[in-house]
């Protein structure tokens, strides 16, 4: 009897796995754009793709190149995962020593337009760089900054609903625990957010039209 597969979990392995049963016939992700140090594949039974870039390389074997700029033929690859940044800050929170370790941990943009622009510019790159009916996996997170909701889930399924593609799934990884700096607890508003998403989507011929028109 099969598993069932569910929409949420604790490991991220897990779920990568799902997805890659799920969806991608081959069983394996061709490019990863955004590899940094390579932990989506660590210990987790998921081969690492042989395509693997980074705009600052970590590790051996990561080629040197910007996601929204790939040395890759239209058309060539059938699995690529995405992992982009998801803070955008100039604070304080980016010195050493001070402020939230986890601006200080994971790459961040200096505002959310900037952000989201390179959402935008690197969701279109990956339906370049993608087969028909090929598959983009793209992991991202909502956040709270400066007291205003940001929804980043939203704005990358619109975005890529508008480039092309088609949203086939979605999962939800849970987190037990999260990195809190002593002044979000002090001045907290909103609820904290414990998840965070890994959406696929399926490069299609043509937009998909979700809104029945007038008889």
């Avoid at 890759?72 to 939230?100: H, V, W």
């Avoid at 709270?144 to 999962?171: C, M, R, W």
């Avoid at 849970?174 to 979000?184: G, I, M, S, T």
Wanted: with cysteine; net charge positive.
């Amino acid at each position: 009897m099969n598993e069932l597969i569910k929409s949420t979990s604790y490991d991220q392995g897990e779920i990568i796995r799902n997805i890659l049963k799920l969806h991608v016939p081959e069983g394996k992700i061709d490019c990863d754009p955004t590899y940094s140090t390579g932990v989506f594949y660590r210990g987790t039974g998921i081969d690492p793709p042989d395509l693997r870039f980074d705009i600052k390389p970590q590790a051996e074997g990561v080629i040197e190149a910007d996601a929204r700029h790939l040395p890759l033929e239209a058309g060539s690859i059938s699995c690529l995962m995405l992992d982009p940044p998801f803070l955008a800050t100039t604070g304080k929170s980016l010195q050493k020593g001070r402020g939230n370790r986890i601006n200080r941990r994971f790459g961040v943009y200096p505002n959310e337009k900037a952000l989201h622009q390179m959402y935008r510019d690197i969701i279109r790159e990956a339906y370049r760089v993608l087969k028909k009916d090929g598959i983009l996996i793209f992991k991202c997170q909502d956040k709270v900054s400066s007291g205003k909701q940001y929804l980043s889930h939203v704005f990358v399924i619109n975005t890529a609903v508008e480039s092309g593609f088609y949203p086939k799934d979605l999962f939800v990884l849970l987190a037990k625990n999260r990195l809190v700096a002593d002044w979000q607890l002090r001045n907290q508003k909103t609820a904290r957010k414990f998840h965070c998403y890994f959406i696929v989507f399926q490069k299609c011929d043509t937009r998909i039209n979700y809104v029945e028109e007038e008889k």
